[in-house]
Each structure stands twice: as structure tokens, then as C-alpha cells.
Nanobody
């Protein structure tokens, strides 16, 4: 059973930076479209950033200019670089991705377990 595993969360002061990583727990062929979502206490889960299989990106207005989503196809990993973090960025961040386990196979959508990001002084 494939699982997505996020890492890189933690506690950071306002203005600081973190880089989140998302990778599969077992050997896979590729990660196609992927996205990072976040959910703060009492709020709905929201899309933060997304990247297509061709590396086209889009961002929530609240993070434009501060966050960058990227992918390393060789490592089959998706990243979220977060700069100039603000207290309102505090949330659990989730990775979501369409995973292709073998060449010519169908892609299936998976969620990670989430990683906590806390921005506080």
C-alpha cells in the first residue's frame, strides 16, 4: 500500500522559513499532479499550492510571493518552500498527489498524514 509521507514541519518564528517534503513510502514510477493543502483549527482544508506533471504551478492568493512548490522527478519528491512565514500560516499541511505505480498504469490519488507548521514568537 503506497503512502505519502510529509516531513519538514515544525515551529518557526514569524518571518522565518521552512521547507516541506512529500515522498512515497514505497517504490513508485512517478508523481503526476500534486498539491499542498492546509487546515487550521476550526477551518476547512484549503489548497495552498499545486503543480502539474508539466510543472505548471498555481498558488492561493494568501501565499503568492512567499511559497514555492516544486518537484524533483529523479527523487520523486514534491517540495513546498515557505518563506516569510506569518502566524496565520499555522496549520497542519497535507500533501496530495496522483501516483503512478508502474509505467502505463493508471494514476491513483493519495493523501499524506499531515505535518504541523506553527508560526509563533
Amino acid at each position: 500500500q503506497v503512502q505519502l509521507v510529509e516531513s519538514g514541519g515544525g515551529l518557526v518564528q514569524p518571518g522565518g522559513s521552512l521547507r516541506l517534503s512529500c515522498a512515497a513510502s514505497t517504490s513508485i514510477f512517478s508523481i503526476n499532479a500534486a498539491g499542498w493543502y492546509r487546515q487550521a483549527p476550526g477551518k476547512e482544508r484549503e489548497l495552498v499550492a499545486a503543480i502539474s506533471s508539466g510543472s505548471m504551478t498555481n498558488y492561493a492568493d494568501s501565499v503568492k510571493g512567499r511559497f514555492t512548490i516544486s518537484r524533483d522527478n529523479a527523487k520523486i519528491t514534491v517540495y513546498l518552500q515557505m518563506n516569510n512565514l506569518k502566524p496565520e500560516d499555522t496549520a497542519v499541511y497535507y500533501c496530495n498527489a496522483d501516483i503512478q505505480q508502474a509505467p502505463y498504469s493508471s494514476s491513483w490519488n493519495y493523501w499524506g498524514q499531515g505535518t504541523q507548521v506553527t508560526v509563533s514568537s
